[in-house]
Structures are given as C-alpha cells and as structure tokens.
C-alpha cells in the first residue's frame, strides 16, 4: 500500500492568500480574488470536516474566472460550492450558516484589508 507523508502548515493570512490566487488565476479580477479568499477564510471558522486549503480557493478561483464571474453572489456561491467543499456534510454546515452570509463576510472582508 502506499502512504503518503503529512505536514501540517497553517494557512496563510488573507492578504498573502490573495497574491497566490492572484498569481495561480490571473484571469481572475483583484475584486473576486479578494472575495474568494475571504470567503474561504470564513469557510475554515465553521469548524468543517476538511476546511479548505489553499489549492482548493485556486480551482474555486479558476472555475469562477473561468464562468465569467467577476464578483461573488449568493447564486454563484451555492452552484460552485462542491469546488472548495469536497464532503457532504461541510456543504450542508455551509448552508445552514447561511450562503447570504458567507457572500455578506467575503464582500466585508474582502474589501476591509488593502
């Protein structure tokens, strides 16, 4: 069988998320990869089975530049969500939360910091 190694590394901070995203999806617009990020950083204080990393706010970023998007919607948000969330029951958790307010927290934190 083979295994592989694990290391936990914290994620970056906001800011430092954004130039990644910026420099992997270029496509992507300074408005949605601010958005993106801070939507994914709301998305790991909901205590999620596997929280997002920083590869899968990458694809989130890529697919939504991909469809056009230029900012995040509650829409948007529900139909890209199995994108950065890979188990059922973090999607779930999600939105029980509430999509309306992880859309409110990615435009107040993505836009606070600059």
């Excluded at 949605?32 to 997002?52: G, I």
């Amino acid at each position: 069988k083979r295994r592989c190694l694990y290391h936990w590394v914290e994620h970056p901070d906001f800011e430092r998320e954004v130039r990644i995203v910026r420099m992997r999806v270029p496509q992507a617009l300074d408005r949605l990869a601010r958005q993106v990020a801070a939507a994914v950083e709301a998305l790991r204080e909901l205590h999620l089975y596997k929280p997002p990393g920083v590869a899968e706010t990458i694809d989130w970023a890529h697919a939504l530049a991909a469809l056009g998007v230029t900012e995040l919607d509650e829409r948007t948000v529900a139909a890209t969500l199995g994108t950065v969330l890979k188990y059922r029951e973090d999607q779930e958790r999600t939105h029980q939360h509430g999509i309306a307010e992880l859309v409110k927290q990615a435009f107040e934190r993505g836009f606070q910091e600059r």
